[in-house]
């Protein structure tokens, strides 16, 4: 009995000792769970590694985060005199169709930028608003060396006392440096005080930018009113660019650079210029392209109703020599130029301007739709030009002093183009320089083209007629008659005014048996050129 009662009690002994276990158990459990239900997981706690923030300081204390992706869970508004958020390292901001506000993006309001990017990282940010900033360079974001991505993100209202009114990127030396804006986008009422109302830049760095709206930005005293890129290797795709300003360049500006720069499929609408370049204006590149590119209704106070071009080769073409992609329509200059102005080049190469249709472009002073001096020489290939207007010389083109030449290749075609002074479609300055290929106008009517009387030759020379001689010298008896060479007998032949086309002008080119002939009356005399067949 004793054994067993020993027994019963060693056995009651093991059995209060697992109960004891098993409500130790459950205890710490109860905490836990208490634990988790009192600190819901923010940080790092989310089993992706994403943070989530929804104050500023949170959002601050998260981009501390090497490597994180952060996440916004609300809507983040500061006007506190906090300084921007440093981010240093590779990081990932996701907006979360979110909106960022700083609440100070108007002119005398105090300083607080979003973002400073430093340290060379790896920055994207996708999805959402980043608005009100204001600070001296990039009132939203300042790149100091470092790669910043943007998917589907708005700038809105953000200011700069000087450049780069959303965005502003430092020079650097770092390859692959620079700003990429892929899939989407919008820079919205964006302002600077210098260059760049919605993004400037400067420097060795590359800059894709593709499929982004830019509207109403505004460069008050600067140039590229809603970019200006300085020096770099640009890339911009399919963006739509309306309502922009700028002192020069509207819309757009660039300037330098020593490789090859690429505008691709976009559209310039309504942007304005109070002096040069109503969407666009570039100085000193070596090569410019614009691929497809639309110009409609921008507006200067000076030349280049939509391009303003000095001291660069500027390329504008279509990989399609079918389709007049490259359209220039209601472009207006206040003085010349009334959709392009080309001036000097430095010797590089010729500009090219091909598979292009300017349309109802206006000057106040020279050159309807294209005015090119000071040095300046064109290809002109496969354009058709239609009632361009100029309030002095040159309806449609303009060739103006010191060594200018164009060139003109392919089919070349021209109606309604007026002009209040001379040369209704071409006006020829002193010392200009035609080299003509195949020239022709709806149905065969002529082109009516004015040349001041000029010390040299004004064409190239085809066939026999040498380059640097004038072209044969032919009189007619008759007043009424003018002369130009048959190029076929290469024997003067003679034509009735209006025969050939207005001649009002003193000027004309001529279709003789289906040729192109140019005719230049400089006094009593008649210069007639042979040109090659269409």
């Known amino acids: 009995m004793d054994k067993m009662k020993s027994r019963g009690g060693t056995g009651g002994g093991v059995k209060c000792s697992a109960s004891v276990k098993m409500a130790a158990a459950l205890a710490v459990l109860a905490i836990a769970l208490v634990g988790i239900a009192c600190c819901p997981m923010d940080a790092s706690d989310a089993d992706d590694g994403t943070i989530s923030v929804k104050t500023w300081e949170e959002l601050r204390s998260a981009c501390g985060n090497a490597g994180a992706t952060v996440k916004l869970s609300d809507n983040i ?4 005199d906090s300084p921007a958020i440093e981010i240093a390292n590779n990081l990932t901001i996701d907006l979360n169709g979110k909106k960022i506000d700083r609440q100070r993006g108007e002119e005398g309001k105090p300083m607080g930028r979003l973002f400073t990017i430093s340290n060379y990282p790896d920055v994207t940010i996708s999805n959402g608003t980043l608005a009100g900033g204001h600070e001296e360079n990039g009132g939203c974001i300042l790149i100091q060396g470092g790669r910043l991505t943007c998917d589907n993100v708005v700038f809105e209202g953000n200011y700069a006392n000087g450049a780069g009114g959303a965005i502003y990127a430092d020079p650097s ?29 400067s420097g060795h760095l590359r800059n894709h930018i593709e499929k982004v709206e830019f509207e109403g930005n505004k460069s008050i005293s600067g140039r590229g009113g809603a970019v200006y890129l300085c020096g770099e290797k640009p890339f911009t795709m399919y963006c739509t660019f309306k309502n922009n300003s700028a002192v020069n360049g509207g819309a757009f500006c660039f300037e330098g650079g020593w490789e090859m720069t690429l505008l691709e499929g976009n559209r310039y609408e309504g942007n304005s210029a109070s002096e040069n370049g109503g969407a666009m204006a570039v100085y000193d590149s070596p090569m410019f392209t614009m691929l497809e590119s639309i110009f409609i209704g921008n507006t200067a106070k000076l030349d280049g109703g939509a391009i303003f071009s000095q001291n660069t080769c500027l390329q504008v073409f279509s990989d399609d020599i079918d389709v007049k992609a490259n359209q220039f329509k209601d472009n207006k200059a206040d003085k010349s130029g009334g959709a392009i102005r080309i001036s000097g080049q430095n010797g590089m190469l010729s500009s090219l301007l091909s598979c292009i249709t300017f349309e109802g472009n206006q000057a106040g002073d020279e050159g309807g739709a294209l005015y090119a001096n000071d040095g300046t020489d064109i290809e002109l290939e496969d354009a058709v030009f239609t009632g361009n207007h100029a309030a002095k010389n040159g309806g449609a083109i303009l060739v103006g002093e010191k060594e200018n030449s164009i060139t003109i290749n392919g089919t070349i075609k021209a109606s309604d183009n007026t002009a209040d002074g001379a040369g209704p479609n071409v006006y020829f300055a002193a010392d200009s320089k035609f080299i003509a290929g195949n020239f022709l106008n709806g149905d065969g009517c002529s082109i009516g083209v004015v040349l001041e009387n000029q010390e040299r030759d004004f064409t190239s020379g085809f066939g026999d007629i040498p380059s640097n001689d004038p072209a044969k010298t032919f009189k007619s008896d008759d007043p009424n008659y003018y002369v130009a060479a048959d190029p076929d007998t290469k024997e003067a032949k003679t034509f009735k005014s209006g025969s050939g086309g207005d001649m009002s002008g003193g000027n004309t080119l001529l279709i003789v048996g289906g040729v192109i002939a140019v005719l230049a009356i400089v006094g009593i005399a008649v210069y007639a050129v042979k040109i090659r067949k269409p």
């Open 173 to 201: 030396t770092e390859d692959g440096c620079g700003f990429y804006m892929e899939n989407g986008g919008k820079f919205l009422n964006n302002t600077s005080k210098g260059d760049g109302g919605a993004i400037g830049s």
């Open 77 to 80: 508004t500061d006007n506190s």
